[in-house]
C-alpha cells in the first residue's frame, strides 16, 4: 500500500510563505493526478491544487496566483508553495492521489470521497 507522508506545516503570521511537501513511499501515481485538499475547523474539505502526470496544474480560485504546485518524480514527491498567506488559509492539508488525469476536479465539489489515497495531513495556521 503506497503511502502519503506530507510535512512542512507551521504556524506563520500573514503575509509569509510556506513550503508543504508529500513523500510517496514508491513511483505508483508518478504519471497520476496528485495535489492537495484542505479543510478548515467546522469547513467542507475543499480542494487547492492538482497536478498531472504532464505537469498541468489547476487551482482553486482562492489560492490562484498565491499557490503554486509541484511535483518532482525522481523524489517520489509534492510539493505546494504558498505564498503571501492569509489567516483564512488555516486548515489542515492533505496530500492526494488518484488514478488518471484530474480533469478540472480540484473544484468539483464532493470528488474528495472519490480520492483513492490520502495523507495524515499537515497543519497550517496564519495569524493575522
Known amino acids: 500500500q503506497v503511502q502519503l507522508v506530507e510535512s512542512g506545516g507551521g504556524s506563520v503570521q500573514a503575509g509569509v510563505s510556506l513550503r508543504l511537501s508529500c513523500a510517496a513511499s514508491?513511483?505508483?501515481?508518478?504519471?497520476?493526478?496528485m495535489g492537495w485538499f484542505r479543510q478548515g475547523l467546522g469547513k467542507v474539505r475543499d480542494g487547492v491544487a492538482l497536478?498531472?502526470?504532464?505537469?498541468?496544474?489547476e487551482y482553486s480560485d482562492a489560492v490562484k496566483a498565491r499557490f503554486t504546485i509541484s511535483r518532482d518524480n525522481a523524489k517520489n514527491t509534492l510539493y505546494l508553495q504558498m505564498n503571501s498567506l492569509k489567516p483564512e488559509d488555516t486548515a489542515m492539508y492533505y496530500c492526494v492521489a488518484d488514478k488518471g488525469d484530474c480533469d478540472g476536479k480540484v473544484t468539483v465539489p464532493g470528488w474528495y470521497r472519490h480520492i483513492e489515497l490520502w495523507g495524515q495531513g499537515t497543519l497550517v495556521t496564519v495569524s493575522s
Open positions: 497536478i498531472d502526470g504532464l505537469d498541468d496544474t
Open positions: 514508491d513511483d505508483s501515481y508518478r504519471t497520476d493526478c
